[in-house]
Structures are given as structure tokens and as C-alpha cells.
T-cell receptor
Framework: EPEVTQTPSHQVTQMGQEVILRCVPI?????FYWYRQILGQKVEFLVS????????KSEIFDDQFSVERPDGSNFTLKIRSTKLEDSAMYFC???????????FGDGTRLSIL | AQSVTQPDIHITVSEGASLELRCNYS??????LFWYVQSPGQGLQLLLK??????LVQGIKGFEAEFKRSQSSFNLRKPSVHWSDAAEYFC?????????????FGKGTKLSVKP
């Protein structure tokens, strides 16, 4: 069964540095999402992406964050000038329609020191 | 605003016992509802979904869920729990605040299974 893959599985970064989290969605999917889960808290929506542009974003997704689909397969989340509170598990998801189930990757655990 | 409530943070059941995990949602119209499971260190795996039609939906791994509009609930059930079911379970609803299918999750219920 096709899967969403995320790299790296764990990223450790110094506060203030930039990080790029990478995702390869399922190949025929058109809708892409990023969520995050701070330790012990619920999964929160960050941003959705369709047709090479952001469709929606939450209030969490401020100017520090950006997303890109640099080629036909990758979907990236960039976090500029990381803060301690950015430490979380970040999940990428994809779907072939807006109301079809989203398929999630295994996540990238981001640790900011 | 839409929300999903999972009132039980942690549940422990004995292997072979039945299980029911509770989920309540707030939304005016018929929601699109999901249950996901997260094993330690893993991503979110879809267990089942409800879009419309039959209110009792079957999922993978022997799970089922029943949509009850009158109670705004979508509880997850399994008749006989296996040790491998120990994980965290998340109920989610598609957000109608926008149009791109963003999910709103509950806080999750951690399931422990004792031998």
C-alpha cells in the first residue's frame, strides 16, 4: 500500500536555526497537509496545500513557517529562526480529495535546544 | 467553533475484554468523522471513517464505531481487545471552517492492555 514518507525521523537543531522537514506524499494525491503534536497534547492543523499554493492555514502558521512543493514529489515545511516551543512531532498527510481520509507519515520529531 | 472531545485520557482493559472509547463532537450538520490510532513512535493510522449512510461502520483490526446524531457521539468499540491494541486513539472531524478538509482532533485516549 502506498505510504507517506517523512525525513528525517528526528531532527535536533539549535534555537534560532532554520529547519526543513521533508515529506513525500502518496503519488496520486492532490491535497497536502502539515500537522504538529506537541508532547502530551493533541494533533493540531498547521496548513493545507493544493494546486501549488496554500489553501488554508491555522493561527499557528505564522511568518516563521513556509511550505513548498519544489518538485513533483516532495512537500516541505520550513521553519525559520526556530524557538524552543517549536519542539514537537510534525506530521505530513495527503489525500486525493478534501473529504477523503488523510494518510499520515510517521512524523519528524523536532527538538530545539 | 467545532471541537472534538475525548473524555477519557487513559483507559486500561484486560486482554480479551471489550472496549469502548468515547468521542463527542460539536458541529451543526452531519460531520465527517474518523478514528486514527497512533502506536508509540509511529504515525497516525486510519481505523475507520463515517461520511454518511449506515451509522455503524466497520474498520480495520476488528474495530467498529457508531455514529449517534442525537448524542453527537462517535464511539469506537472492539469486542475483544488484544495486547497489540495498546496505543493512543484519536477521534477527528473534518473542519468546515474552511474547505480543504483540515482535521480537528480530540486530545486522544491512551489505551493500556493488561494480560
Amino acid at each position: 500500500e502506498p505510504e507517506v514518507t517523512q525525513t528525517p525521523s528526528h531532527q535536533v537543531t539549535q534555537m534560532g536555526q532554520e529547519v526543513i522537514l521533508r515529506c513525500v506524499p502518496i503519488s496520486n494525491h492532490l491535497y497536502f497537509y502539515w500537522y504538529r503534536q506537541i508532547l502530551g497534547q493533541k494533533v493540531e492543523f498547521l496548513v493545507s496545500f493544493y494546486n501549488n499554493e496554500i489553501s488554508e492555514k491555522s493561527e499557528i502558521f505564522d511568518d516563521q513557517f513556509s511550505v513548498e512543493r519544489p518538485d513533483g514529489s516532495n512537500f516541505t515545511l520550513k521553519i525559520r529562526s526556530t524557538k524552543l516551543e517549536d519542539s514537537a512531532m510534525y506530521f505530513c498527510a495527503s489525500a486525493d480529495d478534501t473529504y477523503q481520509p488523510q494518510h499520515f507519515g510517521d512524523g519528524t520529531r523536532l527538538s530545539i535546544l | 467553533a467545532q471541537s472534538v472531545t475525548q473524555p477519557d485520557i487513559h483507559i486500561t482493559v484486560s486482554e480479551g475484554a471489550s472496549l469502548e472509547l468515547r468521542c463527542n463532537y460539536s458541529y451543526g450538520a452531519t460531520p465527517y468523522l474518523f478514528w486514527y490510532v497512533q502506536s508509540p513512535g509511529q504515525g497516525l493510522q486510519l481505523l475507520l471513517k463515517y461520511f454518511s449512510g449506515d451509522t455503524l461502520v466497520q474498520g480495520i483490526k476488528g474495530f467498529e464505531a457508531e455514529f449517534k446524531r442525537s448524542q453527537s457521539s462517535f464511539n469506537l468499540r472492539k469486542p475483544s481487545v488484544h495486547w497489540s491494541d495498546a496505543a493512543e486513539y484519536f477521534c477527528a472531524v473534518v473542519s468546515y471552517g474552511g474547505s480543504q478538509g483540515n482535521l480537528i482532533f480530540g486530545k486522544g485516549t491512551k489505551l493500556s492492555v493488561k494480560p
